[in-house]
């Protein structure tokens, strides 16, 4: 509605490729090894945290993922993670370019509602993949997160580009209170 967007900037993204069995990844979410798109790779992208960037096929999966978190926490600590966001691209006329699911038992937080470290690295693993509709020096889009959980929440994703590569990531969307308190000390 008429609510005010506030915006982060995060830093420059970092990649890394992950040595993980794409078997092992759709066993541990839960989900068949083809239900993971083969067409993007399973990798480490960051701007803030470090996160392994799990592409599956469509939203349906995103619904039937039933991640072993112990399991999930273990392969992460391993490989120097903190959340895995599992993504898939939304229908055309949804509002949203993508939505995602963040997992991130590694950190104590089973699953989050809204992320912006996550949904920057994500635009950034997009960009670099181009995977991200971009005719200019600028490219920017809303990503769903939280709808399972029965949080949902978008989350506004901005890329600033000089010569096509990154140069400023911004994240941000509106808030909404969950709740109060007071602190004493």
């Given at each position: 509605?008429?609510?005010?967007?506030?915006?982060?900037?995060?830093?420059?993204?970092?990649?890394?490729?992950?040595?993980?069995?794409?078997?092992?990844?759709?066993?541990?979410?839960?989900?068949?090894?083809?239900?993971?798109?083969?067409?993007?790779?399973?990798?480490?992208?960051?701007?803030?945290?470090?996160?392994?960037?799990?592409?599956?096929?469509?939203?349906?999966?995103?619904?039937?993922?039933?991640?072993?978190?112990?399991?999930?926490a273990a392969l992460n600590h391993r490989h120097g993670i903190e959340t895995t966001p599992v993504f898939a691209f939304a229908s055309p006329g949804s509002g949203v370019y993508l939505q995602s699911r963040d997992l991130c038992p590694a950190i104590g937080n089973n699953e989050e509602a809204a992320s912006g470290?996550?949904?920057?690295?994500?635009?950034?693993?997009?960009?670099?993949?181009?995977?991200?509709?971009?005719?200019?020096?600028?490219?920017?889009?809303?990503?769903?997160?939280?709808?399972?959980?029965?949080?949902?929440?978008?989350?506004?994703?901005?890329?600033?580009?000089?010569?096509?590569?990154?140069?400023?990531?911004?994240?941000?969307?509106?808030?909404?209170?969950?709740?109060?308190?007071?602190?004493?000390?």
């Amino acid at each position: 509605g008429d609510q005010d967007i506030v915006l982060l900037r995060q830093n420059l993204p970092l990649f890394k490729s992950l040595d993980v069995e794409t078997a092992q990844v759709a066993d541990i979410l839960g989900i068949e090894e083809a239900d993971i798109d083969a067409s993007l790779p399973i990798e480490m992208a960051s701007t803030a945290l470090r996160h392994m960037v799990v592409p599956v096929r469509n939203i349906e999966t995103l619904e039937r993922l039933r991640p072993d978190y112990e399991a999930l926490a273990a392969l992460n600590h391993r490989h120097g993670i903190e959340t895995t966001p599992v993504f898939a691209f939304a229908s055309p006329g949804s509002g949203v370019y993508l939505q995602s699911r963040d997992l991130c038992p590694a950190i104590g937080n089973n699953e989050e509602a809204a992320s912006g470290t996550t949904n920057g690295a994500l635009a950034c693993y997009l960009h670099r993949h181009k995977r991200l509709p971009c005719d200019g020096d600028s490219v920017e889009y809303w990503a769903a997160q939280g709808i399972e959980m029965g949080r949902p929440s978008k989350v506004l994703c901005k890329l600033l580009l000089r010569d096509g590569e990154v140069s400023e990531v911004w994240v941000g969307g509106a808030a909404t209170q969950s709740l109060s308190g007071e602190i004493i000390l």
